[in-house]
């Protein structure tokens, strides 16, 4: 089945340690994307894809980086330098913009 | 900057009844709206999309609303069920250009047997 799959769903990181979340797309889109969402929160963009080799800081950039290699993947690595990284991540891939965004699951990280 | 806003963040309805759930836009430029429906722990669901050219488009017990003059974006859902109860988003595209849609905060929707 085509989709979007994010891994792990849960992820629990030490305090100054990077983690990397995965996100793997079959759906042959060009444009992927990384969210951000607190508790009770909207989702805030951290950085966008749309384009192999080619990634745009969102909203939310600091302390996160990414890399688009291959156009299926587009992993998303929480630096010690994110301040409060608990979260949950949601990634998504679509066509374009103006198109439907498609999301994972999203993974649930949290830092002990 | 430009961004997605909701009226009401909570919403309690009865089994049965209809519910509206409202979004306000503030970006001109935005020619392509969506819904989504969140459920707890998940990712967001796609409901219904609707694009500048039109003002109305109806799905399976869903309607949107867009009313460009105000700016302002609705999600009708008819005979509200259990399983309806979830957050909903708004998002816009900005007008396509930066690659993004832009989310509102999301309204939660609890449905009452």
């Known amino acids: 089945d085509g989709g979007i799959t994010q891994s792990p769903k849960y992820l629990f990181r030490k305090e100054g340690q990077n983690v990397t979340l995965s996100c793997e797309q079959n759906l042959n889109h060009d444009a992927m994307y990384w969210y951000r969402q607190d508790p009770g929160q909207g989702l805030r963009l951290i950085y966008y894809s749309q384009i192999v080799n080619d990634f745009q800081k969102g909203d939310i950039a600091e302390g996160y980086s990414v890399s688009r290699e291959k156009k299926e993947s587009f992993p998303l690595t929480v630096t010690s330098a994110q301040k409060n990284p608990t979260a949950f991540y949601l990634c998504?891939?679509?066509?374009?913009?103006?198109?439907?965004?498609?999301f994972g699951q999203g993974t649930r990280l949290t830092v002990v | 900057g430009e961004s997605v806003g909701l009226h009401l963040p909570t919403l309690s309805v009865q089994e049965g009844d209809n519910s509206i759930i409202n979004c306000a836009y503030s970006?001109?430029?935005?020619?392509?709206f969506i819904w989504y429906k969140q459920e707890s722990g998940k990712g967001p669901q796609f409901i219904i999309d609707i694009r500048s050219n039109m003002d109305k488009r109806q799905g399976q017990r869903v309607t949107v609303l867009l009313n460009k003059t105000v700016k302002h974006l609705s999600l009708q859902i008819a005979a509200t069920q259990p399983g309806d109860s979830a957050v909903y988003f708004c998002a816009e595209n900005g007008g396509g250009s930066q690659g993004n849609l832009i989310f509102g905060k999301g309204t939660k929707l609890s449905v009452k047997p």
């Open positions: 970006n001109s430029a935005s020619d392509y």
């Open positions: 998504a891939s679509s066509i374009g913009g103006r198109a439907e965004a498609f």
